[in-house]
């Protein structure tokens, strides 16, 4: 077969492509400022490979499973590849899918990748970061021990694989039913050649999803000239087969001289449908005009946020923290509609598309108020598919993948997302249903919520992360009460207005920390606020000192805890350069630490903006400029702690325009330090909303004044409403603190809902 030799002339294309990327406010070519690459070091855990925004596919390179830097199935300090599977998970803390393994080799036939002890022992190959290509929408890698160039792109449902293979007799292609990433185990697998090109089957199977389905078809460009099918290794006669561990080999005649072509389409409900997600995605053959199509699709989405700087890293790490955050949720759906419930049985169109992949504990921060701003089409179809997961399983989900509810992490963090949803004017809601969910998910008697309604507060000696999780149920009960009394449902605000107090129960007026309480309503003794680990777990993924601050919805009731302005700032000035043993059993997803701030994990995001609501926006400022030059670069290692779905780059993209959602659902939006001369936010109706920065600089971090709309402007804080009706905000930058801006009472934000 055809000897690919112009591998340079590739990498020279891309960095010609991105030397020469036009003015992005013109609104050329975004997706030259995204590296794929950024995240795939250290902890953040990012997929990579080929996808569409919010796409059910996501094609890319495994490699052996080493542990948890591998949850993606990648990660950048590996140097071998097992195959190329079609499902990924990006930034989580736990790893699955790897779904439908494919890989090219040459040689003897083998049936598996290999082993972790015997890396080189199958079809397995190294590679090398020289040989690797990956922008928006494209993968490519040398396979160096088959000499094989393996290029991904995709569509929303459907992998097109591309292999040049070296000439050879004995080239051939591996389906690997039997390969997952993490936890993920094959239940059952099923395989079926129904021609000389084309092949149907699923793969169930069991993990942190713990009923997931693929069913999926295989077309290639060329017959096959032999088929042959392996379980668990043994040969198994005939054209399909159904057992636990199923990989089919692929060979091809040594008359081809052309690449080799694959599209691998998925489907959550049958083959059938997999077939017609194919045929309507991708009916051609074109690897070039796909790839262009799925570039171009990522430009439109980049496009919708268009800055403009002198820097170029800091470019890269916007449009690449961008580009992250439109992975997931990924859909869920078929094109015809149909879907896999919550209930698992298959469903028809529902009128709306359906999506999975909804890490919320994370995502409700920020991710999804960004989708408000960026992403208005989807909204509507995110709330009512969390709201149709709550039809079928009988509460709102936690954290859903594939179908499946994996209750994971600590609250009922949906409610924040629907609330915002509606607050902002997103009316392809059911109301009613929304605030049945609601009320049900918060009135169950699991995971503490018994506990909660009966004494005011979950002891910490008869449930775990009793702090995190009050915490947490706090701020969505605060969402249920404005819900209510949006609706006019009095009784119901009264009563979830004093949960949303009952973070007052954990707050020590000695040591000004959130502690745990015992059943007999004591704190619970000894105590250390650096401590993460109790032997009972008190802080889901943190400490006293990270925890104390989780009250977005009421910061200013958190103020008056502390004593007032003076005090809480004097506390909040300690987190950002206090230093403690955390101990030996602290999570990992404790990163990204400046002091005790823990920028690696979700629950400090809000933290740096906690300033401003007592009168100090330099200091956020201060702060939030800091974090962005210290723990986000356009390196591999250039994310401090897991992705999660979108929220660490979610937190960034916001930032950098100067702008942070404090409470997730009020749509109050703080000002911080943004990092561009000139941001425009592409909104419906053909509007645009403009943020300028004058004298931006890293030295000139701090807002001396603002203009709304060429009026001085002397707030701390903007509004959804504001920003959606389009306008430009001008910030006036320079070296020093103003502490007169924002300080006012008058001009600070606030948790309620702005009237």
Request: glycine share 10%; net charge negative; aromatic share 14%.
């Amino acid at each position: 077969m055809k000897h690919f030799s112009s591998w340079s002339v590739v990498l020279a294309v891309a960095a010609a492509c991105l030397s020469c990327a036009g003015d992005p406010q013109r609104g050329t070519d975004f997706t030259a400022y995204v590296d794929p690459m950024i995240g795939t070091g250290y902890h953040g855990h990012v997929f990579l490979g080929a996808s569409v925004p919010f796409g059910a596919v996501q094609t890319g390179p495994v490699n052996y499973i080493k542990g948890w830097d591998w949850c993606s199935g990648y990660h950048y300090s590996d140097s071998i590849i097992t195959g190329f599977s079609q499902l990924h998970l990006s930034g989580t803390g736990i790893g699955d899918l790897g779904d439908i393994l494919i890989t090219p080799f040459t040689g003897k036939v083998k049936t598996s990748p290999g082993t972790a002890d015997k890396p080189l022992s199958g079809y397995a190959s190294r590679f090398s970061h020289a040989d690797e290509q990956a922008t928006t929408g494209y993968y490519a890698v040398r396979l160096k021990d088959f000499d094989i160039l393996a290029e991904l792109t995709a569509t929303e449902r459907v992998a097109f694989h591309r292999y040049t293979f070296p000439s050879t007799r004995e080239a051939h292609i591996a389906i690997n039913l039997a390969e997952g990433i993490g936890w993920d185990q094959p239940a059952e697998t099923f395989i079926r050649r129904i021609n000389p090109a084309t092949w149907e089957g699923y793969r169930f199977s069991t993990g942190w999803a713990k009923d997931q389905r693929v069913f999926f078809v295989i077309q290639t460009s060329c017959p096959v000239e032999k088929f042959e099918l392996f379980d668990n290794d043994l040969f198994v006669p005939g054209d399909s087969a159904r057992s636990g561990k199923l990989t089919g080999i692929l060979t091809f005649g040594a008359s081809q001289d052309e690449p080799v072509l694959l599209k691998i389409a998925i489907s959550p409900v049958s083959c059938e449908n997999a077939m017609a997600n194919l045929q309507g995605e991708l009916p051609e053959w074109n690897f070039e005009e796909a790839a262009d199509a799925a570039k171009q699709a990522w430009n439109r989405e980049l496009g919708k946020i268009r800055v403009k700087g002198k820097d170029v890293a800091l470019l890269r790490t916007f449009y690449t923290a961008l580009f992250h955050s439109y992975i997931h949720p990924a859909l869920f759906c078929d094109s015809n509609g149909d879907y896999r419930g919550a209930d698992g049985k298959a469903h028809p169109d529902q009128g709306f598309r359906t999506y999975s992949v909804f890490s919320l504990w994370d995502t409700y921060r920020a991710a999804h108020p960004l989708f408000t701003l960026t992403q208005p089409e989807r909204v509507n179809d995110m709330v009512n598919t969390m709201l149709t997961i709550y039809k079928q399983q009988g509460k709102l989900p936690v954290w859903h993948l594939m179908g499946n509810e994996t209750d994971c992490m600590v609250g009922y963090s949906a409610v924040p997302i629907i609330a915002d949803a509606w607050f902002k004017g997103f009316r392809g809601i059911d109301a009613k249903l929304a605030f049945e969910a609601m009320k049900v998910s918060s009135s169950r008697d699991d995971y503490g919520v018994g506990f909660l309604k009966e004494k005011g507060f979950i002891p910490a000696d008869k449930e775990r992360e009793s702090v995190s999780k009050a915490l947490e149920y706090c701020i969505s009960d605060w969402c249920i009460a404005q819900m209510a009394l949006a609706l006019g449902k009095m009784e119901d605000y009264e009563y979830y207005s004093k949960r949303a107090t009952f973070y007052q129960q954990y707050f020590d007026p000695v040591t000004h920390f959130m502690r745990a309480k015992l059943d007999n309503g004591k704190f619970r003794e000894p105590f250390s606020p650096f401590q993460s680990i109790h032997e009972w777990g008190d802080y889901t993924e943190g400490n006293a000192w990270q925890y104390t601050w989780l009250v977005p919805h009421d910061v200013e009731g958190l103020i008056r805890l502390f004593g007032g302005d003076g005090p809480f700032l004097a506390k909040l000035d300690s987190l950002f350069v206090v230093e403690g043993d955390m101990g030996e059993k602290a999570s990992a997803d404790i990163s990204g630490l400046i002091g005790q701030y823990a920028h690696g994990n979700e629950p400090s995001h809000h933290i740096a903006y906690l300033y401003a609501y007592a009168g100090q926006q330099w200091k956020t400022a201060e702060k939030a400029r800091s974090i962005m030059q210290a723990l986000y670069s356009d390196k591999p290692d250039g994310l401090c702690g897991n992705e999660d779905c979108g929220q660490m780059s979610a937190w960034y993209i916001l930032s950098a325009l100067g702008l942070y959602p404090v409470n997730p659902a009020n749509g109050v939006f703080v000002f911080g330090s943004p990092l561009f001369d000139e941001a425009a936010l592409m909104l419906p109706h053909g509007k645009s909303f403009v943020v300028k920065a004058l004298n931006i600089s890293g030295e000139n971090l701090y807002i001396q004044s603002a203009m709304l709309n060429d009026k001085p402007y002397t707030k701390s804080y903007i509004t959804y409403r504001q920003i959606i009706e389009g306008g430009h905000l001008v910030f006036e930058m320079g070296p020093s603190p103003n502490a007169g801006f924002g300080s006012d009472i008058k001009d600070r934000p606030f948790s309620a809902i702005p009237q």
